[in-house]
């Protein structure tokens, strides 16, 4: 078939009457396994998504410390990000004092008596009620009582915001350690201060941190298996997209 400048080469049409007469399982074998093959692992891999969305749905919304009621006039949001590394999940009680140019917290508990918190993985987000504004932020200090079973007594922190919800200023506290008596320094206390613009553009928290993202979330595939509850998209969604772009391949 000509065209301006050139010619192109137009399909061989299909013969159906061959197609479907040829169409038995005993000389297709091969194309069938591999269908049915995928067809079993889409199921599987469809139970387990729709699982884990459940339980993903389970960690959403923001939970409001125990002890609020008691200092009920100042608000802060306090977002925690637990490490995605083997065992970085914890169940011990995990505990912080946020000090201030102006005033301190005193000791506040990170718990919520109705879902898991700080699981491997995880963005946690609580509310924290103060009595008064602390002023410019300097350090937390933030431990655990190492109660937790086995492995989930360890705990891997990788960094934590503080936002002030009267006038919306964040203040970052990166930590990229283990609080565990078995690992690292053995320490489950420590100290972190307020994250300077030089902390905060550090390569390897940098690194990190858009290597997480980038697979938890960018990754189509690897999301399916690590996808942040806070994202839009299901892992339904996510598992249904993958096997659509394997079929097409």
């Known amino acids: 078939m000509p065209i301006l400048g050139g010619w192109i080469v137009l399909p061989a049409p299909i013969n159906w ?19 049915i093959t995928l067809a079993i692992l ?16 389970e960690k959403l919304g923001v939970t409001p410390l125990p002890d609020n009621i008691l200092h009920d006039k100042y608000y802060y949001q306090i977002l925690v990000f637990t490490g995605f590394r083997k065992d970085s ?12 140019d102006d005033d301190e917290t005193g000791v506040r508990t990170l718990e919520d008596p109705k879902r898991k918190v700080l699981q491997r993985g995880g963005i946690d987000s609580f509310i924290m009620a103060v009595p008064k504004s602390l002023g410019r932020l300097n350090y937390m200090r933030i431990w655990h ?4 079973r086995g492995n989930q007594a360890s705990w891997f922190l990788k960094y934590i915001i503080v936002r002030d919800l009267q006038t ?16 690292d320094d053995g320490s489950i206390d420590r100290l972190l201060p307020v994250a300077g613009d030089a902390q905060k553009t550090d390569f390897t928290y940098l690194l990190s941190k858009k290597t ?3 697979m938890s ?33």
């Open 212 to 214: 997480y993202d980038s």
């Open 145 to 148: 009582d190492n109660s937790g």
């Open 89 to 100: 999940g914890t169940s011990s009680k995990v505990h912080f004092i946020i000090s201030g």
């Open 42 to 57: 889409y199921i599987i891999f469809m139970i387990y998504a729709r699982y884990k969305d459940k339980k993903d749905v």
């Open 217 to 249: 979330d960018g990754h189509l595939w690897f999301s399916v298996f690590s996808r942040p509850p806070s994202v839009k998209f299901t892992r339904t969604q996510r598992c249904t997209c993958c096997f659509v772009l394997l079929l097409m391949s």
């Open 168 to 183: 919306m200023e964040k203040n970052h506290f990166i930590c990229q350690q283990w609080f565990a008596v078995e690992k």
């Open 17 to 35: 009457n061959y197609v479907f007469a040829n169409a038995s399982f005993s000389k297709n074998k091969t194309i069938y396994l591999t269908m």
